[in-house]
Nanobody, 121 residues
Framework: HVQLVESGGGSVQAGGSPRLSCAASGYRYSRYCLGWFRQAPGKEREAVASIYTGGNLYYADSVKGRFTISIDIAKNTLNLQMIALKPEDTGTYYC????????????????WGQGTQVTVS
């Protein structure tokens, strides 16, 4: 049973550079994907970034050049380094995991964390 626990959210000023982390446990596959999604109030959940252990990275156009996704396989931790935050980056950020090259398609993910709130003002 995969468990994902996000951390690192909070209130940030515009232009700030917070880092989100996701501790993953219980994953059985040698190849898997981990991704970040976010949901703003009143809006649908949207993809932010994804990383496949086979070597592929994916970013939503809205965060390219500002967000960096990385994975520490030894620690089973997914990270999202954010810079130059904007108010429109506000939302609940979710970590998700899947058993293949998931890209940014949420249907390919089968495990989700509870989310961590990021508020940019």
């Amino acid at each position: 049973h995969v468990q994902l626990v996000e951390s690192g959210g909070g209130s940030v000023q515009a232009g700030g550079s917070p880092r989100l982390s996701c501790a993953a446990s219980g994953y059985r596959y040698s190849r898997y994907c981990l991704g970040w999604f976010r949901q703003a109030p009143g809006k649908e959940r949207e993809a932010v970034a994804s990383i496949y252990t086979g070597g592929n990275l994916y970013y939503a156009d809205s965060v390219k050049g500002r967000f960096t996704i990385s994975i520490d396989i030894a620690k089973n931790t997914l990270n999202l380094q954010m810079i130059a935050l904007k108010p429109e980056d506000t939302g609940t950020y979710y970590c998700a995991a899947g058993g293949a090259d998931c890209t940014l398609d949420p249907r390919r993910y089968n495990a989700w964390g509870q989310g961590t709130q990021v508020t940019v003002s």
